[in-house]
């Protein structure tokens, strides 16, 4: 609703002004038939991630996490249930941000060994056991990682501040 007024001749009164405006990013756990973990490699940044990304204006995390697979890795697949959800508070130039990790379930072998990065923020990827992913990830993915891969075998959804 851009407005609302009680006089036609009135400025609209603006409604949300001040409100919060956050930055919403979705990833996708991925596992192959081994356990193993994806992760990739951002040309952009120093540390391994997992698939996914920022959401665009107005785009529901689901969607922005099955986009993401589908532009940078040709992926798709059905985005399945929340496993964790993060606030991270405001750190170096960002503001704060809320962090979605989706269940991206298992692929087979073959779709496995097939996968490449089609898009130049992707350098690399890599199937990789649990335990390797906490020396390849920045300390707070890895954190997040853990609390999704938890959330697996539960129905719970693991909720999450952050403290940068």
């Known amino acids: 609703m851009a407005g609302v007024t009680s006089d036609d001749n009135a400025p609209p009164v603006q409604i949300g002004t001040g409100q919060a405006h956050k930055r919403v990013a979705a990833d996708v756990l991925i596992r ?8 990739v490699d951002p040309t952009y940044k120093p540390d391994w991630d997992l698939p996914g990304g920022m959401a665009e204006a107005n785009e529901p995390p689901r969607v922005a996490a099955a986009r993401e697979l589908r532009e940078e890795l040709g992926l798709t697949i059905v985005v399945g249930r929340l496993l964790a959800i993060e606030w991270a508070p405001p750190h170096g130039p960002w503001d704060d941000h809320i962090m979605f ?5 298992t692929l087979t072998a073959e779709r496995a060994a097939g996968l490449r990065p089609i898009d130049a923020e992707l350098a690399r990827l890599e199937f990789v056991p ?24 539960t129905d719970l959804i693991d909720y999450h501040e952050g403290t940068g």
């Open 32 to 39: 192959d038939n081994a356990g193993r973990i994806l992760l």
């Open 101 to 105: 990790v989706f269940d991206g379930g």
């Open 130 to 153: 649990l335990a390797e992913a906490a020396a390849r990830l920045r300390s707070d993915v890895w954190q997040r990682l853990q609390r999704a891969h938890t959330a697996l075998g």
